[in-house]
């Protein structure tokens, strides 16, 4: 008999946060990444935060207003932000319509050091 070669996962089936859905790899057959799956209301905002590891913000559909470091950047739908690990950001929703993005952590569970209450 073949070992199992794949894992399939619904959205609704992993842990949910507010407008997230938390993939921790850890979790999942101890894969080497992580993601939030971000379905965010206009308006919505992750307050300021920092990581020992780099994230790559996969941005769907809508407009967000990121804060790295001392910059602040547009994104919207079809780009990807990269930040760099120890480097404090947030985002939010400065669209009129729902926030969609894939928030990738390169790492296998979150580690979030929150700078902002």
Do not use: C
Not at 22 to 49: A, C, K, Q
Not at 79 to 92: G, N, R
């Amino acid at each position: 008999m073949e070992a199992l070669q794949y894992t399939v996962i619904n959205r609704h089936d992993l842990p949910r946060d507010g407008n997230t859905f938390e993939f921790e790899g850890v979790s999942y057959r101890n894969t080497d990444v992580s993601f939030i799956w971000v379905d965010m209301p206009p308006g919505g905002t992750i307050r300021l935060h920092k990581h020992p590891y780099q994230e790559i913000f996969v941005v769907q559909e809508g407009v967000s207003i990121f804060v790295v470091g001392s910059s602040t950047i547009e994104a919207h739908a079809g780009q990807v932000i990269l930040v760099p690990a120890e480097v404090p950001h947030k985002f939010m929703n400065a669209g009129n319509t729902r926030l969609k993005q894939v928030d990738i952590h390169v790492s296998k569970q979150f580690i979030t050091d929150w700078l902002e209450e």
